[in-house]
């Protein structure tokens, strides 16, 4: 089982590009998450979609825009990078209701 | 959504028993408490859930006092392994806010 799939794993963006960090889950849930972790720090969530055709706003969500493609698929997009965005970014998803979250693997993003 | 205090890092010896204590004395009535272990450059993996009581599984064992207002991990026999963060959280059902967890080490 694939599970939680992210894509692309590592990416160098300069001041100023846009880029589209991909998310697709193979588990049939409703739920999606996107947070993103600095070094030394807890998950911060940046945005979610509690379910398909819906997306909310997290903690952090500055500088971001998120889609719901679809149930299976919840993308990430910086607009224009910034070097705060360095950070490592996981995608989540969730069955409705306290069922844990199943992690992807994560992307390191490094904004020079 | 509650928010959950635990110790930012613990050390342990490879063979002991490791228990990490959580407060959450605002936790709600439809709150389930979540622990979560994260490895380095790996996202969180769940271990294990519980609302009261007692919960024991492969992994760890959760206990949980009638008052709800705090909750502890108990790790048997931890290994090398076992180093990690980990997190404890209110979750119900929705999004999940992650606190800065416990960075436990466990040495030879």
């Known amino acids: 089982n694939a599970g939680v799939t992210q894509t692309p794993k590592f990416q160098v963006l300069k001041t100023g590009q846009s880029m589209t960090l991909q998310c697709a889950q193979d588990?049939?849930?409703?739920?999606m998450y996107w947070y993103r972790q600095d070094p030394g720090m807890g998950l911060r969530l940046i945005y979610y979609?509690?379910?398909?055709?819906?997306?909310d706003k997290g903690e952090v969500p500055n500088g971001y825009n998120v889609s719901r493609l679809n149930k299976r698929e919840f993308s990430l997009r910086l607009e224009s990078a910034a070097p705060s965005q360095t950070s490592v970014y996981f995608c989540?998803?969730?069955?409705?209701?306290?069922?844990?979250?199943?992690f992807g693997s994560g992307t390191r993003l490094t904004v020079v | 959504l509650a928010k959950t205090t635990q110790p930012i890092s613990m050390d342990s010896y490879e063979g002991q028993e490791v228990n990490i204590t959580c407060s959450h004395n605002?936790?709600?009535?439809?709150?389930?408490i979540t622990w979560y272990q994260q490895f380095p450059s790996q996202g969180p993996r769940f271990i294990i859930q519980?609302?009261?009581t007692k919960v024991t599984n492969e992994v760890a064992s959760l206990f949980i006092p009638a008052d709800r207002k705090s909750s502890t991990l108990s790790l048997p026999r931890v290994s090398l392994s076992d180093t990690a963060v980990y997190y404890c959280?209110?979750?119900?059902?929705?999004?999940?806010?992650f606190g800065q967890g416990t960075e436990l080490s466990v040495k030879p």
């Open positions: 605002n936790i709600a009535t439809n709150d389930y």
């Open positions: 519980g609302y009261k």
């Open positions: 979609s509690a379910s398909e055709g819906t997306t």
């Open positions: 959280l209110a979750d119900q059902g929705g999004k999940l806010i």
């Open positions: 588990m049939n849930h409703n739920s």
């Open positions: 989540a998803s969730s069955r409705t209701g306290n069922y844990g979250y199943t």
